[in-house]
């Protein structure tokens, strides 16, 4: 199938790894020219290499971080005086540090604030005015099944995540008339870094190895596994595509089953 955006320009944030990486991958793979970024240089440059050995295209890649807002800048300014534009923006963030309410304080609240909130908001307020001139564009945030069932001990996830998807169904009805779609993809359990951090931080409290934490989430799964990075960028490509042109203020889960709402 042809999904009509070869010689697209991609830009995926913390794209170096796990979700993120898998994303640059499929978006390469179809032809788009893709900029990835994080915050750590050495592992940009392997997830390069990776992507070039694959695909013989060595993506545009660029450091960083994305709770500071001048790196978001430079991020955009070098992407745009490269390439000339940015079709595509894929939010994508690690998780926030994991707690109850009585374990945050300020610090936690506003770091989390900038990592998973206001960087995608910065993205857009960079990229999403130019989409606006050529009437064309695609903005996808990756959030998590926090936005649609809150987990235990993820306060800043379960909130800030949530505020994602407030931002993105607004943002979405002011730029659908430029044929513009803002969508947003929730995970559910993936094989990640942040997954396996995830279970060792509850094996800690509940005194169960990680292997155990993880054996136990497979088991809250209909289909009684979990996911791939792989299959959560099949459904970020889907929403790339011209096939979605009409799909847009959503928020997909792609979760193996696990959302229990209707």
């Given at each position: 199938m042809d999904l009509g955006i070869k010689g697209k320009v991609a830009l995926v944030t913390a794209s170096s790894k796990g979700i993120g990486k898998a994303v640059a991958e499929d978006l390469t793979s179809e032809g788009c020219i893709v900029a990835i970024c994080s915050r750590n240089k050495e592992d940009l440059i392997n997830a390069a290499s990776d992507i070039k050995r694959k695909f013989n295209v060595e993506p545009f890649w660029a450091v960083c971080d994305l709770n500071k807002q001048k790196d978001i800048e430079n991020t955009v300014d070098s992407v745009t005086r490269q390439f000339g534009k940015i079709?595509?923006?894929?939010?994508?963030?690690?998780?926030?540090?994991?707690?109850?309410?009585?374990?945050?304080?300020?610090?936690?609240?506003?770091?989390?604030?900038?990592?998973?909130?206001?960087?995608?908001?910065?993205?857009?307020?960079?990229?999403?005015?130019?989409?606006?001139?050529?009437?064309?564009?695609?903005?996808?945030?990756?959030?998590?099944?926090?936005?649609?069932?809150?987990?235990?001990?993820?306060?800043?996830?379960?909130?800030?995540?949530?505020?994602?998807?407030?931002?993105?169904?607004?943002?979405?009805?002011?730029?659908?008339?430029?044929?513009?779609?803002?969508?947003?993809?929730?995970?559910?359990?993936?094989?990640?870094?942040?997954?396996?951090?995830?279970?060792?931080?509850?094996?800690?409290?509940?005194?169960?190895?990680?292997?155990?934490?993880?054996?136990?989430?497979?088991?809250?799964?209909?289909?009684?596994?979990?996911?791939?990075?792989?299959?959560?960028?099949?459904s970020v490509l889907f929403l790339a595509s011209k096939q979605a042109s009409y799909i847009t203020g959503n928020t997909i889960h792609v979760d193996g089953g696990l959302i229990k709402g209707i």
């Amino acid at each position: 199938m042809d999904l009509g955006i070869k010689g697209k320009v991609a830009l995926v944030t913390a794209s170096s790894k796990g979700i993120g990486k898998a994303v640059a991958e499929d978006l390469t793979s179809e032809g788009c020219i893709v900029a990835i970024c994080s915050r750590n240089k050495e592992d940009l440059i392997n997830a390069a290499s990776d992507i070039k050995r694959k695909f013989n295209v060595e993506p545009f890649w660029a450091v960083c971080d994305l709770n500071k807002q001048k790196d978001i800048e430079n991020t955009v300014d070098s992407v745009t005086r490269q390439f000339g534009k940015i079709d595509i923006l894929v939010n994508n963030c690690g998780g926030p540090e994991a707690g109850n309410f009585r374990d945050l304080n300020d610090v936690n609240w506003q770091s989390a604030f900038e990592q998973v909130l206001l960087s995608a908001i910065r993205f857009c307020n960079l990229i999403v005015p130019e989409m606006i001139l050529r009437e064309w564009g695609r903005v996808i945030n990756i959030t998590s099944l926090t936005v649609l069932q809150p987990a235990d001990n993820l306060m800043l996830s379960n909130s800030l995540r949530t505020g994602l998807i407030g931002f993105a169904k607004s943002l979405s009805n002011e730029v659908a008339k430029y044929n513009i779609t803002v969508n947003n993809i929730a995970p559910g359990y993936t094989l990640t870094n942040r997954l396996y951090d995830l279970a060792v931080h509850n094996g800690k409290k509940s005194g169960k190895s990680h292997e155990e934490i993880l054996a136990e989430m497979a088991k809250e799964i209909p289909m009684n596994r979990l996911a791939s990075p792989d299959e959560i960028a099949s459904s970020v490509l889907f929403l790339a595509s011209k096939q979605a042109s009409y799909i847009t203020g959503n928020t997909i889960h792609v979760d193996g089953g696990l959302i229990k709402g209707i």
